[in-house]
């Protein structure tokens, strides 16, 4: 069975972190056809692509995105009975479903973006059902596809986690002061983080650090308030440092399906305080993280509270959350899509 993958990479994600780490995991060296492949920026190709674009039904299809879709068509001329998934269809897919079943190819794609997203950006459906599976990260997203999708092509598959990378440390030796991490800045709810952060900075029975690995313009929005070091563009070696060596990674979100900042921590048996909201109940429960409800600093300033005063409960939810890491990791992952590609062969 033969796979090819048509993907980009995301420049914020780490050397072990985002979906297309799926492909070395697969276990063999899979053919890959790149979006940044430098033809892609011919001339004649945007012209040609400009005029797809507005017909297309979705708002970020671009013209790198059509030459890829082609240059898979081309591909499938010179290939039988192979897999072409589509990596993050939400802006990659619109064409090459038309050709799933020539020469027994098929065509998959994988979506990340949560359903509010999904209905702004595609606004024409046909293409969603020629292919032949649709795979989703997050269980929210399933409401999307429902009414355009035939249900036996909808998969749900949660995002993997290098775990051999992201681990915790042996024997680690906790401080007499708190470490709380927040990562990222995708989806995430700046201003409850500010209430949160400002509420932990007022308790006087705390002595807490809180860490900020965003970017600059939430670097700047935490500029002045007591016990927050904020970093911007850090090493990938300092970030795994942060995650095992923090207590606990405080994450409200405005809107998630899987979170890659939440899987690294669980790896690193780092306990969760997040946000009850889209796809963060279908990798956390309640042994190794605690929810607030959206927009709610209080709760959620209460939820850290009542962890970092408990040494006993982290402790045991640290080593839940790397448990919980352990059905996450790329191993098992790719077991199941390897499963579902020889169901659609």
């Known amino acids: 069975m033969e796979i090819k993958f048509i993907y980009d990479r995301w420049d914020h994600h780490s050397g072990h ?8 995991f697969l276990g063999e060296p899979l053919p890959s056809i790149d979006y940044k492949d430098k033809k892609a920026r011919i001339v ?10 507005h017909r297309v039904g979705m708002r970020h299809y671009a013209h790198h995105h059509f030459y890829a879709e082609l240059t898979a068509v081309f591909d499938m001329f010179k290939s039988k009975n192979t897999i072409y998934h589509v990596m993050e269809g939400d802006f990659g897919y619109r064409h090459l479903g038309k050709f799933s079943g020539f020469k027994g190819n098929r065509v998959v794609a994988t979506y990340h973006l949560p359903p509010k997203r999904l209905a702004d950006d595609i606004h024409s459906f046909k293409h969603l059902d020629q292919l032949s599976a649709i795979f989703v990260v997050g269980k929210n997203q399933l409401s999307f596809f429902e009414p355009h999708v035939q249900p036996d092509k909808l998969h749900w598959v949660p995002l993997g986690i290098d775990t051999e990378y992201f681990h915790p440390v042996p024997s680690r030796q906790r401080s007499g002061t708190k470490q709380c991490l927040f990562v990222g800045r995708h989806m995430r709810d700046l201003e409850t983080l500010k209430g949160v952060v400002e509420r932990l900075a007022a308790d006087d029975e705390l002595d807490v650090k809180t860490v900020l690995v965003t970017d600059q313009a939430g670097k700047e929005m935490f500029a002045g308030i007591q016990g927050v070091d904020a970093r911007v563009r850090i090493p990938e070696e300092e970030l795994l440092d942060l995650y095992q060596q923090s207590d606990l990674l405080l994450l409200p979100l405005f809107d998630a399906t899987a979170v890659i900042a939440l899987l690294e921590s669980l790896a690193c048996g780092l306990p969760i305080v997040s946000t009850n909201i889209g796809a963060v109940p279908d990798y956390v ?6 929810l607030a409800p959206p927009q709610d600093p209080e709760a959620m300033y209460a939820a850290v509270r ?11 939810m640290s080593e839940n959350a790397r448990q919980k890491a352990l059905k ?12 579902i ?3 659609i062969l």
């Open 17 to 24: 972190s985002g979906y297309d780490i799926m492909v070395p």
């Open 44 to 53: 004649p190709w945007r012209v040609a692509t400009r005029f797809v674009h």
């Open 285 to 290: 429960d309640d042994t190794c993280a605690k």
């Open 306 to 316: 009542t962890l970092l005063t408990d040494e006993q409960r982290l402790c045991e």
């Open 328 to 339: 996450y990791d790329w191993s098992e992952i790719v077991r199941i899509m390897r499963d």
């Open 341 to 343: 590609y020889s169901q």
